[in-house]
């Protein structure tokens, strides 16, 4: 049932939101990727490691994660009191999926003797089997952090293990695993972009191939992307990631020009995550009214769950990412 059906215009929609998020004593807190209605709304709008930080500290009752289901985990993992509501329950995630547990838990048993490092792109299943959750923003700090001659086992991200070996100069060993939207954009394309737009400075996540970031003259999370324009005297820049990031590129920087780059395979002008995209505003209007989805977790897997996450968040701190 669609939101729609009790109300004549958006902006009535947007105000029951509002209504039910105060009584209810909801906090919103949506990813980059999100459509621009649901960021609008949000009380907080950030990458995965600041939704992570907001989800450890908020005091509302109810969490709404607007984003995909791992999030919706990591949010329940750090506040076990809270009730963790998600829109949709079907918002996956491609990355995600490409590292189930059990087989992940056969790969670290085929190679003893290796601090375990898993992107928070994963389960809760997998996150109980790390020894460190790392996200995207602090990766490279984090791998740092541990001895030049600690072995490391680094997944589910492909691309962005390879990216991270090459900027640490280590040689962890990485699972095979990727995001089908990082792996969609198209050099050809890319390119074809940068001859048109040659000033343009093209800005990457290391979920990408490698032979994508080569091209790039900034490499980084969805937060260091925008930092990057937002800072930089450039005034146009080719964008290398989900086009959710696009919404608050230019509100932050209404006077430069930002360009999707393309996936391979259409006809489409820029790369979204159709998993990120199942959320509404109609959905998220039913999630508050009904309390439902709501993310559950086992308590002995949320307690082993939990401690590579506040290992990623004490380090975080410690390093002022």
């Not at 984090?142 to 680094?154: A, C, G, H, R, T």
């Not at 925008?226 to 590129?249: R, W």
């Amino acid at each position: 049932m669609s939101g729609n059906n009790f109300f004549k215009t958006k902006s009535e929609l947007i105000e029951n939101i509002n209504i039910l998020r105060k009584e209810k004593d909801a906090i919103i807190l949506a990813h980059f990727y999100q459509d621009e209605e649901i960021q609008d709304i949000a009380d907080f709008v950030g990458d995965s490691l600041a939704l992570a930080q907001w989800a450890a500290k908020t005091t509302n009752k109810i969490i709404v994660l607007c984003g995909v289901h791992f999030m919706g985990e990591t949010a329940k993992i750090l506040s076990p009191d809270k009730k963790v509501l998600i829109p949709d329950l079907e918002a996956g995630c491609s990355l995600a999926d490409s590292c189930p547990a059990n087989e992940f838990e056969e790969f670290i048993n085929d190679h003893p003797n290796h601090q375990v490092i898993s992107y928070v792109n994963t389960t809760a299943a997998v996150k109980a089997l790390t020894d460190i959750v790392v996200t995207s923003s602090n990766a490279k700090e984090i791998v740092d952090s541990l001895p030049y001659d600690e072995k490391i086992i680094f997944g589910p991200d492909k691309n962005l293990g390879d990216y991270i070996n090459r900027v640490t100069g280590r040689n962890m060993v990485l699972w095979d695993g990727a995001c089908h939207v990082h792996e969609q954009f198209s050099l050809e394309k890319i390119l074809e972009l940068k001859s048109k737009y040659p000033d343009a400075l093209i800005l990457a996540h290391p979920e990408c191939k490698k032979y994508i970031l080569a091209l790039a003259d900034h490499v980084g999370s969805t937060s260091s992307i925008l930092k990057f324009a937002t800072q930089s005297v450039n005034n146009k820049f080719i964008v290398v990631t989900e086009a959710g990031i696009m919404h608050e590129l230019k509100k932050q920087n209404p006077d430069k020009i930002f360009i999707p780059a393309p996936p391979e395979d259409a006809a489409c002008a820029c790369n979204e995550c159709s998993y990120m995209k199942k959320n509404t505003l109609e959905k998220l209007y039913l999630c508050l009214k009904n309390e439902t989805p709501e993310i559950i977790i086992e308590e002995e897997l949320r307690k082993r769950a939990v401690m590579p996450i506040n290992r990623m968040l004490e380090i975080s701190e410690q390093y002022g990412l």
